[in-house]
């Protein structure tokens, strides 16, 4: 492709970067003042988050390899979704990965979402959520999520070291975008399952549970309930006996 001529500083300034690139390889000085430093666009960010983050695992065009899948295809919902969560990147190879702070700024995850979905396929694109009905939102979670997540959204244990995580930190469109993708063990539910005024629905009885944080009664201690509770109490006034035995124990001796 020919391309129209640039300026001479912005043009040596472009083939340091594209040599850069490439690989350590050794450059002669250039005479002259360097150019000025500009911003990098949107696509050269991305470009190199991916290199520098993601790419020892998952491939520098995203095909893949044993220490990662492939994220041809993966769409850009499940690329926001692990990054806004703080679950990628991760620094050593984990079954599944738990919510952490997010590694990225907001414009750095949207120049790798744009970036993966360089390399080609479809997937989820990022769910715009609107208002939604918290009554059918109730009865689609109660069907749908809480046999995994639990009636309160709290999360559970699963088979073979999963969990289901608790969802009262995640946001409407995290949220939306786990129904959509379908992270680790959860199952994806495509619009032909669940209409995305539905997944509205669902996302804002998810918005109520965030706001009640309901417990199972008493002091929450964990939110463990009741059986927990008493068992925490008998323990203290336990320990409270026999520190008062060990005492008069010790004062009959003198």
């Known amino acids: 492709m020919t391309l129209p001529a640039a300026h001479p500083r912005r043009a040596l300034a472009a083939g340091v970067v594209l040599v850069l690139a490439a690989g350590p390889v050794a ?4 005479p002259g003042p360097a150019a000025p430093a500009t911003t990098a666009p949107a ?8 290199l520098e983050q993601c790419a020892s695992c998952h491939g520098p065009q995203g095909q893949g390899s044993q220490r990662g ?3 041809i295809g ?13 679950r990628m990147p991760v620094t050593q190879e984990v079954q599944q990965s738990s919510r952490r702070p997010p590694v990225f ?3 750095e995850i949207s120049a790798l979402v744009d970036h993966v979905a360089s390399f080609g396929g479809g997937g989820p694109q990022i769910p715009r959520v609107g208002p939604g009905d ?3 939102g109730r009865d689609l979670f109660a069907a749908n999520c809480a046999p995994c997540h639990g009636a309160t959204g709290s999360g559970a244990v699963l088979t073979n070291g999963w969990i289901a995580p608790p969802l009262y930190d995640a946001s409407p469109t995290q949220v939306a975008e786990a129904v959509r993708v379908g992270p680790g063990l959860m199952p994806a539910f495509p619009s032909q399952v669940l209409t995305d005024r539905q997944v509205d629905d669902l996302t804002g009885y998810v918005r109520e549970l965030r706001g009640e944080r309901l417990d199972r009664g008493g002091n929450p201690l964990g ?9 925490v109490a008998w323990a203290v006034v336990l320990g409270l006996l026999v520190g008062a035995v060990r005492w008069l124990s010790r004062r009959a001796g003198e």
Not at 223 to 231: D, H, I, S, V, Y
């Open 43 to 50: 696509a050269d960010l991305g470009s190199r988050l991916y």
């Open 134 to 136: 918290v009554v059918p």
């Open 105 to 107: 700024s907001p414009e």
């Open 69 to 71: 899948p492939s994220l």
């Open 74 to 86: 993966v769409g850009p919902a499940s690329v926001d979704f692990q990054l806004s969560t703080g």
């Open 223 to 231: 939110r463990l309930g009741p059986l927990a509770e008493g068992l």
């Open 27 to 30: 450059l002669a000085s250039a």
